[in-house]
Nanobody
């Protein structure tokens, strides 16, 4: 069981920026997919960014504004999502996920483990 822990959410005004992080102490091979997805109230979960090896994919709604990156520490792996030019429609619960074999990065079902999430609220 891979445990994922998110942090860094909060409230920000539209146009602002936030960086959220996901940390795990498990060994995740670099070619495995580490992703961020979000879910707003009453809406489906949507993968917004995924990193596999050196390849990153972004949903159209965040492309050009969000950047996913991975860091490796002595005993941890961290995946950050830098969110710039935030919009009110970015308000959601953001969670990270790990997929051993990514078949369709947009499909939340392709991921094997998920974190509990961190709330991001963007106000106008």
């Amino acid at each position: 069981q891979v445990q994922l822990s998110e942090s860094g959410g909060g409230s920000v005004q539209a146009g602002g920026a936030l960086n959220i992080s996901c940390t795990t102490s498990e060994h995740i091979f670099s070619w495995c997919g580490m992703a961020w997805y979000r879910q707003a109230p009453g809406k489906e979960r949507t993968v917004v960014a995924v990193l596999s090896g050196t390849t990153a994919h972004y949903s159209d709604s965040v492309k050009g504004r969000f950047t996913i990156s991975r860091g490796v520490g002595a005993n941890t792996i961290t995946v950050d999502l830098q969110m710039n030019s935030l919009k009110t429609e970015d308000t959601a619960m953001y969670s990270c996920a790990v997929g051993w074999t990514i078949t369709d990065w947009r499909d939340v079902a392709t991921y094997d483990y998920w974190g509990q999430g961190t709330q991001v609220i963007v106000s106008s």
